[in-house]
Every structure is written in structure tokens, then in C-alpha cells.
């Protein structure tokens, strides 16, 4: 429980320190930098920071997964799922289905992140006069619902093996385990509540990280690019995506976690209604502290990095 909060206070003092260092560096190379990067370019750099990003955040994922779909691990907490896991499975166990998550976020958060600015211009958001906060949240919105589509069969993945106990799985016999059972419908299950989930998600991340920016250079006077201007932004952004998206999740885990031979849920209303009925509504929120365990870091690492390498590629700051 105490990782969050060390992890953030040793991030704020390496951002105070580096943001010194590093607007006169980015804003040479803004000066200098050959035409704008192509939409292929800005996806590359958008799924670069997110493969960085979950090689490092993954062990929390694992965690959240065992106690969303285990009221065992959820009565636990995360010091004790964490501990239960490597006495049990061993530490290697906290990196489980990292390889399909590596192919998750190539496709979905490359996408998700990269159409951000191009679903603004789509939506009209073209002068700080018409670009509001509604129409960030849809631009938000529409770039997480086409990552979420192709990014789904590799989220199946994922959290299968993410919720299997003992031997690490290989992607390959968890790949063909489910095509056998389910045929390719099999790595659509949940594209309902996954697509659903990917557009509150995306949505408030990219139109709270937007906003809070403004916010915070109007409070502090700093530049955009300014590193801890993003680094305070996309902590905030964290935040409110974790409130809003938490019931997204819990219906997500549960439908793509079902036994490869059976439907214990029909579709995501089907499964909103039966944890509602059976484990109480709260259950929807099961989890909040590992999922912002997760959220937090996940968009800090992954908005900056993504913000410092459009910064880099002579791209101005989201």
C-alpha cells in the first residue's frame, strides 16, 4: 500500500528537477524540427510510451485482476494478494500475460493516445473559442472506442493470464485453448463493456489531462511543456479515471474472465445486473485502490513520456 505515494513523491522531485533542465532542450528542438510528424508517427510515439509504461505497472494490473474476480484475494487487500501470489507462484507470477499486454498496448493505447489530437481537429476543436471540454471528452472518447477494438483480443488474453494461479501461461497455448473452445468470438468476448469502458476512460483521461493543463499553467504561469506542468496534470487525470471507470472494469474482468466452456454472463448488462443482485452495487467499485494504484502512475508515465517524445519529434504540447 505504500508504493503509490513513494512512487509519486520520488516522480515530483525528479519532475521539479528535470523541468528546469529540459524547456530550453525541447524548445531548441521545436525551433528546428523539419515539418509536422505524419498520423503513423504520432501512433508509433503513443505506443511507445505505453509499452514502457505497463513494463513497469504491469504487477499492479496483476494484482487488481486476482481481486476483482476472487472475493478470496479481494478480502486480502493488495499487501496480501502481492504476498499470497509470490509465496505461492513466485515473483515471476507478478509479470504474468506482460507479453500480451506489450501487444495490447501496441495496438489499442498506440491508438487511443495517437488519434487524440486528430479526433479534436474531427470534432471541431480548432481555436481555444470552440475547443471545450464536452468536445475533448468525445474527441477522448472516439479515439479509445477504435483502440478498444483492436486492442480486445490481446485484453483477453491478458487477463487470462493475468487470473491464472500457478505455472506462468504462454500466450500461444492460452491463444489456441480459447480458439478451440470459443472459435473467434472467443477474443471478442466483452467488446460491449470493453469498448464501453475504453471511451469513459479515454475520455476523461484526455479531456481531464487537457483541461487540468490549462488550469495548472493559469495557477503556476508555466509553459505546457513545461514537465511538471504535465507531470501534476496527468496525476489529476489519474484520479478522476479511476472514479469513472472503476464499474467498466469490474463488468470487463468478469466477462473476460469466464471459463473457456461456459457463460456465466450473457453481455455486459446481463453482468451489471448480477453482480448488482448477488454481491451488492459497491462490488462495482471492488478494487478502487489497486485500479488507482494502476490509473495513476499508468497515465503519469505514459502522458509524459508521450508528451516528451512529441516534444522531441518538433510536435507542440497536447
Known amino acids: 500500500e505504500t508504493f503509490l505515494p513513494f512512487?509519486?513523491?520520488f516522480?515530483?522531485?525528479t519532475?521539479?528537477?528535470m523541468s528546469l533542465n529540459t524547456t530550453n532542450q525541447r524548445q531548441s528542438v521545436l525551433a528546428t524540427a523539419a515539418g509536422q510528424p505524419s498520423l503513423i508517427q504520432q501512433v508509433g510515439m503513443a505506443g511507445a510510451a505505453?509499452?514502457?509504461t505497463v513494463t513497469f505497472i504491469h504487477p499492479i494490473d496483476v494484482i487488481k485482476t486476482r481481486i476483482q474476480i476472487s472475493s478470496e484475494y479481494g478480502a486480502l487487500g493488495m499487501g496480501g494478494t502481492t504476498k499470497k501470489i509470490v509465496a505461492s507462484e513466485g515473483v515471476s507470477a507478478l509479470w504474468k500475460g506482460v507479453n500480451a499486454a506489450w501487444l495490447?498496448?501496441?495496438s489499442y493505447t498506440s491508438l487511443r493516445l495517437g488519434l487524440y489530437e486528430?479526433?479534436?481537429?474531427?470534432f471541431g476543436c480548432t481555436t481555444p473559442e470552440t475547443t471545450t471540454f464536452v468536445k475533448k471528452f468525445a474527441a477522448g472518447s472516439a479515439a479509445g472506442a477504435l483502440g478498444s477494438i483492436a486492442g480486445n483480443p490481446f485484453d483477453v488474453l491478458k487477463t487470462k493470464m493475468m487470473a491464472t494461479e500457478g505455472a506462468v501461461p504462454s500466450i500461444s497455448n492460452t491463444a489456441k485453448d480459447l480458439f478451440k473452445n470459443q472459435g473467434i468470438g472467443g477474443f471478442y468476448r466483452g467488446i460491449d463493456s470493453n469498448i464501453a469502458r475504453a471511451m469513459v476512460l479515454n475520455g476523461t483521461k484526455m479531456a481531464c489531462y487537457d483541461q487540468m493543463k490549462g488550469i495548472v499553467v493559469s495557477a503556476t504561469g508555466m509553459d505546457k511543456t513545461n514537465l511538471l506542468v504535465q507531470f501534476l496534470s496527468a496525476a489529476s487525470?489519474?484520479?478522476f479515471m479511476t472514479c469513472t471507470v472503476s464499474p467498466f472494469d469490474m463488468i470487463r474482468t468478469r466477462l473476460m474472465n469466464q471459463p473457456a466452456d461456459a457463460r456465466v454472463y450473457n453481455n455486459a448488462l446481463d453482468c451489471f445486473m448480477k453482480i448488482v443482485k448477488n454481491e451488492g452495487p459497491l462490488t462495482l467499485w471492488r478494487g478502487f485502490i489497486p485500479i488507482w494504484s494502476r490509473f495513476a502512475p499508468t497515465?503519469?508515465?505514459?502522458?509524459?513520456?508521450?508528451?516528451?517524445?512529441?516534444g522531441f519529434m518538433g510536435m507542440k504540447a497536447l
Open 7 to 9: 512512487l509519486f513523491e
Open 11 to 13: 516522480s515530483l522531485i
Open 15 to 17: 519532475a521539479v528537477k
Open 50 to 52: 505505453a509499452v514502457i
Open 104 to 106: 495490447r498496448e501496441s
Open 118 to 122: 486528430p479526433c479534436k481537429v474531427a
Open 237 to 239: 487525470a489519474g484520479f
Open 299 to 310: 497515465t503519469t508515465l505514459q502522458l509524459v513520456i508521450f508528451e516528451q517524445l512529441r
